[in-house]
T-cell receptor, first 115, second 114 residues
């Protein structure tokens, strides 16, 4: 595997279900990100992890719970979601450096539908 | 704080015509600028980036962009559109300091007509 991978690619879940999204980066990066992309809305940054530590949480509801066990893996645990949470969830990674060259590499995304 | 404005949420061109996608940014310090492309049901792919140095940057698939500080712009161009260029394009800015994040524009959907 190369780059950033995400599984599953598609997920349909009911509002009472619990599921997890998985992201893995094979680039040796030290930062990982979760974004939400909804139709007709700008890309929304949800969470940021630097060196496995969460450094940013942009007022995301608690029904979304991130986990970063190491610098290569990132999870997004989902529970009691709402229909408006249906979206494409994108994972990205980057190499954080003093130069600030924060070029991010994205995975293919998980298309989530909440019924 | 930085921000990005992409002028035109939809742009339509004929195959073989010039592609011009506009991006203006706001930043209090020298920015790092990026263009990404997203094909249907896929993630974002980096097209090109400007950090320092030459203001005209070339990217993949024949695209290029020019950083114009005086105009706070970073427009994306391609001399001749191909059908495979149909996608959504995102401009993004970072201010290049520790803790900085990418700020994305709202995207421009490019349609290429035969």
């Amino acid at each position: 595997e190369t780059g950033v991978t995400q599984t599953p690619r598609h997920l349909v879940m009911g509002m009472t279900n619990k599921k997890s999204l998985k992201c893995e980066q094979h680039l040796g990066h030290n930062a990982m990100y979760w974004y939400k992309q909804s139709a007709k809305k700008p890309l929304e940054l949800m969470f940021v992890y630097n060196f496995k530590e969460q450094t940013e949480n942009n007022s995301v509801p608690s029904r979304f719970s991130p986990e970063c066990p190491n610098s290569s893996h990132l999870f997004l645990h989902l529970h009691t979601l709402q229909p408006e949470d249906s979206a494409l969830y994108l994972c990205a990674s980057s190499q954080v450096a003093a130069s600030g060259d924060y070029e991010q590499y994205f995975g293919p995304g998980t298309r989530l539908t909440v019924t | 704080a930085q921000s990005v404005t992409q002028l035109g949420s939809h742009v339509s061109v004929s195959e073989g015509a010039l592609v011009l996608l506009r991006c203006n940014y706001s930043s209090s310090v020298p920015p790092y600028l990026f263009w990404y492309v997203q094909y249907p049901n896929q993630g974002l792919q980096l097209l090109l980036k400007y950090t320092t140095g030459a203001t005209l940057v070339k990217g993949i698939n024949g695209f290029e962009a020019e950083f114009k500080k005086s105009e706070t712009s970073f427009h994306l161009t391609k001399p001749s559109a191909h059908m495979s260029d149909a996608a959504e394009y995102f401009c993004a800015v970072s201010v290049g300091t520790s803790g900085s994040r990418l700020t994305f524009g709202e995207g421009t959907q490019l349609t290429v007509n035969p």
